[in-house]
Every structure is written in structure tokens, then in C-alpha cells.
């Protein structure tokens, strides 16, 4: 590809000049930092741990927690519609993300939460928690510590990773699908589950996630958008490494 070019093989968009050159400040592509924001069922996570482990980089699920905190405020009897009582109780569980790609972790107050958060009480009432500015405002420091921390760099997936928890990332990649196809692929993990409720759920889920006052899920204006729609998980994990070599070409 010649210098300027911005072209879309297969689906995959190529830099050329769409992002600039990093600036004095950003983090070294030596220790690169790649931020992966998108509404649910887009593929985050499933290609984000496989970047990662690709690259030799760590890797965090941010979603996972704001699911760790939110289990947290049912088994201890907070109501999550209640944002006072949210904020109030915010710092008491201590949630710690284990970030190795290939057996990534999350334990709330030493015990493990990875099976607990993915309940679909908690899917319900995550979006609840999440919105509370409190809960971000700790979450966010959190995350932003694990990325500081992580000594060949990392691959942070979520909803704000790009606009607001990590805004120096070295590269951003916003991905879409339609709700369709991500109704689908939710359905297809939890066994039995009817792909119209899903749906409903989804867009559900995403309205709030994206209406929310506090750092709502938003694409950043540098980020590179991949619509995820009609690649399979293999295509959108080739794309996303060869953006990053690209960016590191680039910073060379
Ligand atoms: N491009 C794709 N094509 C088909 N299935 C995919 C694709 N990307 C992800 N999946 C599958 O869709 C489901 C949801 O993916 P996941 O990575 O958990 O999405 P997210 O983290 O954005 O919610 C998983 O079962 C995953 O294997
Ligand atoms: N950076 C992030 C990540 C997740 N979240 C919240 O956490 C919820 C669960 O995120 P997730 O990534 O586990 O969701 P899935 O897309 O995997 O279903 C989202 O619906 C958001 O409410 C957030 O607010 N900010």
C-alpha cells in the first residue's frame, strides 16, 4: 500500500494517513496500548484476547467489571435503581482483574466472580450500575492503573476505553455489527435463548449505555470503526493485529 492510501480490503479498513503520527506524551509502540470499544456482541472480547495473545500483550475485559461490582450490590442487598445507595457503597468491594489473555480473571473480595456475572440478573441491571458516576469514576481509575502496569502493553476492551478511560491509546478500534447478527451470536451462547428476546435486550442494553450522562459507549473521533457484520471472528482478529503492525510501521 502507497503512503496515503486508505483503503477497505475485505472488510477491513487500512490506515494510510487516517490517523496521525503519534505525538510527543503517547505511549511508545514498544509498549503499545490498543483501546477496543462497541456495543455488546461486536466480537470485543473474543478478539481482543486473541490480539492480545497474539501479540504477547495483556489483556482486560472492563465490562466484566462493571458486571463484578453490580453482583456485588445484589448479593449485598443494594438496590441498583437506587444510584444514592449505588454511590454510597461504590468503594467497598474490591474487584481485581487478572489480564493474561489466555486465562483472563475477576475476583470480587478474593472470590471468584466469573461465573456469577454472567447471569442475566446481572446482564439486566449492569447498565443501572455502570451509569452511577461514582462507579466510573473508581472503575475508571482502576483500569487506567492495570494499563499503566502492564509492561508490554495491553488490549483494553469496553464502552469508554477510547473517549474517556484511555484517550492516549496508541491505536482505537470501534467495532458495530447489526443487531441481527449480534442477537444471533448472543443467542448462540446461551443455549435455548430466543434470538428476538436477545435482540430486545441488546438494543435495550445499548440505549442506556449509550444515553448515559457519564462517559456514555461512544466511537472517538479517532478511532477506526470495523463493522464486524459479515467477517467471521478470524477476519476482524486479523484486521485488528494488522492495524496494530500498521501503526507500529507507521511510528517507526
Ligand atoms: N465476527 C464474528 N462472527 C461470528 N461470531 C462472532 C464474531 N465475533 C464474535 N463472535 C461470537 O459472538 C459472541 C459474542 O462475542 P464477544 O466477543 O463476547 O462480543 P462482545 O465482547 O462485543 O460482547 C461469541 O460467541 C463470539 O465467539
Ligand atoms: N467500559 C465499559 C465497559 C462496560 N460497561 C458496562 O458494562 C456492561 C457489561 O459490559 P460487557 O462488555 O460485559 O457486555 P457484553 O457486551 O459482553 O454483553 C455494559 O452494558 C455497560 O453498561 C461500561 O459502562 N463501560
Request: aromatic residues 2%.
Amino acid at each position: 500500500m502507497g503512503a496515503g492510501d486508505s483503503v477497505t480490503l475485505w472488510g477491513c479498513p487500512h490506515l494510510g494517513e487516517a490517523l496521525s503520527l503519534p505525538q510527543e506524551g503517547v505511549p511508545t509502540v514498544e509498549s503499545v496500548i490498543v483501546a477496543i470499544d462497541g456495543p455488546s456482541g461486536t466480537g470485543k472480547s473474543s478478539t481482543s484476547k486473541a490480539v492480545a495473545a497474539k501479540l504477547g500483550l495483556s489483556y482486560l475485559d472492563t465490562g466484566a467489571q462493571y458486571r463484578a461490582i453490580t453482583w456485588w450490590m445484589i448479593s449485598n442487598g443494594v438496590d441498583v435503581t437506587d444510584a444514592e445507595a449505588v454511590a454510597n457503597a461504590a468503594s467497598k468491594p474490591v474487584i481485581v482483574s487478572g489480564t493474561d489473555p489466555g486465562r483472563p480473571t475477576i475476583t470480587v473480595d478474593g472470590a471468584d466472580a466469573a461465573g456469577p456475572i454472567r447471569t442475566e440478573e446481572v446482564t439486566s441491571k449492569v447498565s443501572a450500575v455502570s451509569a452511577v458516576p461514582e462507579v466510573r469514576s473508581l472503575i475508571t481509575e482502576l483500569q487506567r492503573s492495570i494499563a499503566r502496569s502492564a509492561e508490554h502493553g495491553i488490549v483494553v476492551e469496553g464502552r469508554d476505553i477510547g473517549t474517556t478511560v484511555l484517550p492516549d491509546a496508541d491505536l482505537k478500534i470501534f467495532l458495530t455489527a447489526s443487531p441481527e447478527a449480534r442477537a444471533a451470536r448472543r443467542s448462540g451462547e446461551l443455549k435455548g435463548a430466543d434470538v428476538q428476546a436477545t435482540k430486545e435486550a441488546l438494543v435495550k442494553r445499548d440505549a442506556a449505555d449509550s444515553s448515559r450522562k457519564t462517559s456514555p459507549l461512544a466511537k472517538a473521533g479517532d478511532a477506526v470503526e470495523v463493522d464486524t457484520t459479515d467477517l467471521t471472528l478470524d477476519q476482524v482478529i486479523e484486521c485488528v493485529v494488522t492495524l496494530v503492525d500498521e501503526k507500529r510501521t507507521a511510528a517507526k
